[in-house]
């Protein structure tokens, strides 16, 4: 029970890795705050619903810890200060902020995607981030702590096999507000880092092939070729390295962006 006593906001909880957070945190000791959207979005593939977002609350309640869960924009100022404001007003204090809420899906080469595509990118994977940390870091201030985590990936450290330039920018965007973020906060103890996973097996990667127009086997296999472990990371894996990051077994650890990818960025110079 590492995080016992802790309060966590995972955002984008509804399913894939967002749930597996919000599980293992509460697996921890954690008390959970999370949202999702709860609808669709233009242009890219399907997201949370707030079913889906009711099931993660209830299996964190099945471990024994208390969890909110809300329906929310993580592209919204006043929607993020709801988010925040329901954490403290509940249970008085933020320790950790797991920024997870993404998109994938658009795919196009870069001289075809258009600008509103481009702009919602941005918006949901970098603007998101930094609103959820401009709402949650005062609260870390006035209690000198807190273990900020953000969500980046393998396409923030190097370019990937597929046309998806917005994301990519998106992306290495996150692991550069983070690096930003680990200076400005050191003075308070306030661990800012970065996880980079390679293909994960969620819903979101198997949308994104069928967007692509390949059978989804034939996708998910194609997502491997480029890591040495040949197989899928499972939500776990990302979970487990969140649970760490949240911990203090990883005081000393912060700026950095930690790729878990079966070892596919590991041969690029």
């Known amino acids: 029970m590492k995080l016992e006593g802790k309060v966590a906001i995972v955002t984008g909880g509804a399913r894939g890795m967002g749930r597996a957070q919000c599980l293992a945190l509460a697996q921890e000791g954690a008390n959970i705050v999370t949202c999702d959207i709860g609808k669709d979005l233009p242009f890219v593939i399907s997201l949370g619903t707030g079913s889906e977002l009711e099931e993660t609350i209830n299996q964190v309640n099945a471990i024994g810890k208390k969890a909110i869960g809300l329906i929310a924009d993580v592209t919204k100022a006043n929607e993020v200060k709801a988010v925040v404001d329901k954490a403290i007003d509940t249970f008085g204090k933020i320790d950790i902020l797991v920024n997870n809420a993404g998109l994938g899906g658009i795919v196009a080469p870069c001289h075809e ?55 990519i920018c998106s992306k290495h965007g996150v692991i550069g507000l983070t690096r930003a973020l680990a200076w400005e906060l050191a003075t308070y103890k306030i661990n800012a880092n970065a996880i980079c996973p390679g293909a994960v ?21 194609a997502w491997t070729e480029p890591m040495l472990f040949k ?39």
């Open 113 to 167: 995607v258009t600008e509103e595509q481009w702009d919602m990118m941005l918006n949901v994977n970098l603007k998101g981030v930094w609103l959820f940390c401009k709402y949650v870091i005062p609260h870390m201030i006035k209690q000198k702590s807190g273990k900020i985590i953000n969500i980046s990936s393998v396409g923030g450290l190097c370019a990937m096999p597929a046309p998806v330039a917005p994301y």
């Open 201 to 221: 097996d969620t819903p979101m990667l198997r949308k994104t092939c069928e967007r692509m127009g390949i059978p989804v086997e034939e996708g998910l296999k």
């Open 231 to 269: 197989e899928l990371i499972s939500p776990q894996d990302i979970a487990n390295a969140v649970v760490w990051l949240a911990s203090e077994d990883s005081r000393f650890v912060t700026g950095r962006s930690i790729a878990i990818d079966g070892g596919w960025t590991g041969l690029i110079p």
